[in-house]
Nanobody
Framework: QVKLVESGGGWVQAGGSLRLSCAASGSFFSINVMDWYRQARGNQRELVASITNPGIVNYADFVKGRFTISRDNAKNTVDLQMNNLEPEDTAVYYC??????????????WGQGTQVTVSS
């Protein structure tokens, strides 16, 4: 029983910044990979950034150096710092925990999402 809760979404003008946070709670030993996905209206869900347990990070090309992903294993959180936001960044952002090690095995979990709206 693992739960992911996103926070930090909201409205911002183009060029502004937001910081998203995702907190994992429940009974688990570790999380292999934590991802941020996003899904705009009428579009497919796309990977924004990922970070492994050792802290290896990967970003989608459209981030263009604007976003930074980080995790705090002591707090079981993963953050996404988003700078210089553009209207194209408008989407629902989802946190995903992949390869969650449970007592009985591994599983994947998804948060409910948080809305990010960037106006021109």
């Amino acid at each position: 029983q693992v739960k992911l809760v996103e926070s930090g979404g909201g409205w911002v003008q183009a060029g502004g910044s937001l910081r998203l946070s995702c907190a994992a709670s429940g009974s688990f030993f570790s999380i292999n990979v934590m991802d941020w996905y996003r899904q705009a209206r009428g579009n497919q869900r796309e990977l924004v950034a990922s970070i492994t347990n050792p802290g290896i990070v990967n970003y989608a090309d459209f981030v263009k150096g604007r976003f930074t992903i980080s995790r705090d294993n002591a707090k079981n959180t993963v953050d996404l710092q988003m700078n210089n936001l553009e209207p194209e960044d408008t989407a629902v952002y989802y946190c995903a925990a992949l390869g969650v090690q449970l007592l009985k095995g591994k599983a994947d979990y998804w948060g409910q999402g948080t809305q990010v709206t960037v106006s021109s």
